[in-house]
């Protein structure tokens, strides 16, 4: 019993930490700053994610979830990267 | 509440902890390589902390091999994404910032978009 309130406090305690990189997102200055705090979110998510499985007792299930979210975090991240760089190669 | 349970709440609380110092380096630092140096760090370093925490109080289960791979998995992509994104921003021209009073944004004749 003592684990589960522990586990709603952190969650909650990570959800006004995802809050801050949100700030980031919305008036950063340039286009790989706002690519940085999605990351950010992103990575965050993915401990929210799993805060959530034990708080529900379902865990088994959504560690998958976590899994495929990790993935696609990565894969999100390195695709906007080389969106990023794809016009210039020619100068 | 055994000692293993007591170890597990102290790492989540640094886990959490680290993503706090991450995030606040996001939002404070001035220039964006100095926020990818905040959050590729820290935040790699909480999400590893967190996730063993949830080892530890998962046990020794299918569940926590799960989890540490996924515990492997950040601390290989984590980083790796985050610089991919400093060396994309590196070739399309933003430029560090070296002094107090510099703009900090690309010059002008080299627009991302």
Known sequence: MFEYWFFVILAAALTVIISLPLYRVIAGPTLPDRMLGASAIGTKTMVLILLIGFIFDRVDMFIDITLAYAVLNFIGTIAIAKYLTSGKEKK | ?113
């Open chain 2, 1 to 113: 509440m055994s000692g293993l349970h007591i170890a597990a709440l102290v790492v989540l609380a640094a886990g959490s902890f680290f993503l706090l110092v991450g995030s606040v380096g996001l939002l404070r630092f001035p220039d964006f390589y100095s926020r990818c140096h905040a959050t590729g760090k820290s935040d790699t370093l909480g999400v590893m902390l967190l996730v063993l925490g949830l080892i530890l109080v998962e046990g020794f289960t299918l569940n926590s091999v799960k989890l540490l791979l996924i515990l492997t998995f950040v601390g290989l992509t984590n980083p790796t994404a985050t610089h991919a994104l400093a060396r994309a921003a590196f070739q399309i021209g933003l430029k560090p910032r070296f002094r107090r009073y510099d703009s900090g944004k690309a010059p002008a004749e080299k627009k991302e978009d």
